[in-house]
């Protein structure tokens, strides 16, 4: 009688990890629509149930991009200080540092806006650009939550127009050097 060995198995590491990876490498070439789960299966090395049974389905999958985006962007922000200006500054940086993520995030109905991870994590973002625009408003007069739109409208738009192209060549080429004045603007008297 034969001994039967038992035959190796595959063990990926970490497949929802190797998935949400896969995953911004299409939406940074392709943007967030042009990918299907069965291509991140084959570009993660994973069989082509893994992300089915780690996300569900394609919304799911771009649900936890969004999350994990939004905790990157409130880190990015973090790390800028309390100075408003810096804060901006830093938004400008990650949207073009993590562009496919920022792609996503601020495209609500391609995921679930209602998931309790992206909620917290898009709240926390929400909480250090409130903070900022209150530092600037203190002592002030003006209506915070208009200001606070004003700001992120800026910085938002700059990081929106810089990423499609549509600037002026004559800003150069380095994004945060060319929206300093501009988000700087904001708030002068």
Do not use: C
Not at 23 to 52: K, N, Q, T, Y
Not at 128 to 154: F, H, K, N, Y
Not at 163 to 189: K, N, T
């Amino acid at each position: 009688m034969t001994e039967q060995r038992p035959q190796p198995s595959y063990h990926h590491g970490n497949l929802r990890r190797a998935v949400l990876d896969a995953a911004v490498a299409a939406i940074a070439e392709s943007g967030p629509a042009g990918w299907s789960l069965r291509e991140l299966a084959r570009r993660a090395g994973v069989s082509h149930a893994a992300p089915a049974h780690h996300f569900g389905d394609k919304t799911g999958l771009l649900t936890a991009v969004a999350a994990e985006g939004y905790t990157l962007f409130a880190d990015a922000l973090e790390a800028a200080g309390d100075d408003l200006h810096e804060t901006g500054l830093a938004y400008v940086r990650f949207a073009v540092d993590h562009r496919a993520y920022f792609e996503v995030m601020f495209a609500p109905g391609l995921y679930r806006p209602d998931d309790p991870e992206l909620s917290a994590a898009r709240a926390r973002a929400d909480q250090v650009l409130t903070a900022g625009v209150r530092g600037v408003m203190a002592g002030g007069s003006g209506d915070e939550e208009t200001a606070g739109l004003a700001a992120w409208s800026i910085v938002h738009g700059f990081a929106h127009l810089w990423l499609s192209g549509a600037l002026p060549d004559d800003l150069g080429d380095d994004p945060v050097a060319a929206a300093g004045p501009v988000i700087r603007m904001l708030f002068e008297r």
